[in-house]
């Protein structure tokens, strides 16, 4: 089982629509959580972090779920500047610094 | 500020060849790390620093691969000999000690072709 699993997609979602897709990790020791946006041949980006409680950043919503060990990332009123791939992103528990990477979900919000 | 700064942004090269990947960290920044991207296996960590000094290598892929950093401006990441198995976008990212963040900063990568 990898580390970090998500759907690779594409998910093809119409421009205005509601979007969401999860991460799960293996590891429940884990206690920090990200999501970072990579656009076509570019760097990952950090969008936000994911807190307990969850969190909001505009359109964006992140939710963690400990127990059930997922992340979750809604995206309202999707803009075709979203279209990008999502990496679920979380802590390597027994390191302060390293991070495990999901392989990613490819968004493609068409008009 | 600059940002995390890689070069060469692409590299075309012949099996066999030495490639020499270069990084220069946001300063201030006392995390490194290398990672390489391709579409099968996604992001790897292969190296990463903590104040100059290598912290852990165990994804470096084998012998052929080595990192070093002289000093907190500057790391490279050497094939030699490359591969065309090697072909991939190289990733350098730095992250600072505030805050207790963990949020790394990429360079715009240098992708990496062996012939």
């Known amino acids: 089982r990898k580390e970090v699993e998500q759907d690779p997609g594409p998910f093809n979602v119409p421009e205005g629509a509601t979007v969401a897709f999860n991460c799960t990790y293996s590891n429940s020791a884990s206690q920090s959580f990200f999501w970072y946006r990579q656009d076509c041949r570019k760097e990952p980006k950090l969008l936000m972090s994911?807190?307990?409680?969850?969190n909001e950043d505009g359109r964006f919503t992140a939710q963690l779920n400990r127990a059930s060990q997922y992340i979750s990332l809604l995206i309202r009123d999707s803009k075709l500047s979203d279209s990008a791939t999502y990496l679920c992103?979380?802590?390597?528990?027994?390191?302060?610094?390293?991070?495990?990477w999901g392989a990613g979900t490819k968004l493609i919000i068409k008009p | 500020d600059a940002g995390v700064i890689q070069s060469p942004r692409h590299e075309v090269t012949e099996m066999g060849q030495e490639v020499t990947l270069r990084c220069k960290p946001i300063s201030g920044h006392d995390y490194l790390f290398w990672y390489r991207q391709t579409m099968m296996r996604g992001l790897e960590l292969l190296i990463y620093?903590?104040?100059?000094?290598?912290?852990?290598d165990s994804g470096m892929p084998e012998d052929r691969f080595s990192a070093k950093m002289p000093n907190a401006s500057f790391s490279t990441l050497k094939i030699q000999p490359s591969e065309p198995r090697d072909s991939a976008v190289y990733f350098c990212a730095s992250r600072g000690l505030g805050g207790g963040s963990y949020e790394q900063y990429f360079g715009p990568g240098t992708r990496l072709t062996v012939t």
């Open positions: 992103v979380v802590n390597a528990p027994n390191s302060n610094y390293q991070l495990i």
């Open positions: 994911v807190y307990s409680s969850g």
């Open positions: 620093f903590n104040n100059n000094v290598p912290i852990d």
